[in-house]
């Protein structure tokens, strides 16, 4: 059974920094890409970034410069850090694997606010 559990999400002030975390069990980890996507109240749940097996990561424009992706396969685990946070960032962010059908976690909130 696959599970992607997110943490790591909270409040911050504008131009603050988190790190988020998506740990994944029931695959095997290494040969899939994996996904960040976000959801804000009202809107549509977009792509943040995506990490292939092999590492390539590709951004939203809004992100690019600000978030980076990346991946530790021994602890099957997916991050997300997140610099530069703006107002605009504030959603819930949501981890995702594609094994032959779409996973996803449960989400984890992030709030950018003074």
């Known amino acids: 059974q696959v599970q992607l559990v997110e943490s790591g999400g909270g409040l911050v002030q504008p131009g603050g920094s988190l790190r988020l975390s998506c740990a994944a069990s029931?695959?095997?980890?290494?040969?899939?890409?994996m996904g960040w996507y976000r959801q804000a109240p009202g809107k549509q749940r977009e792509l943040v970034a995506t990490?292939?097996?092999?590492?390539?990561?590709n951004y939203a424009d809004s992100v690019k410069g600000r978030f980076t992706i990346s991946r530790d396969n021994a602890k099957n685990t997916v991050y997300l850090q997140m610099n530069s946070l703006k107002p605009d960032d504030t959603a819930v962010y949501f981890c995702n694997v594609v094994v032959v059908n779409d996973y996803w976690g449960q989400g984890t909130q992030v709030t950018v606010s003074s």
């Open positions: 990490i292939t097996k092999g590492g390539s990561t």
């Open positions: 029931g695959i095997i980890f290494s040969i899939y890409a």
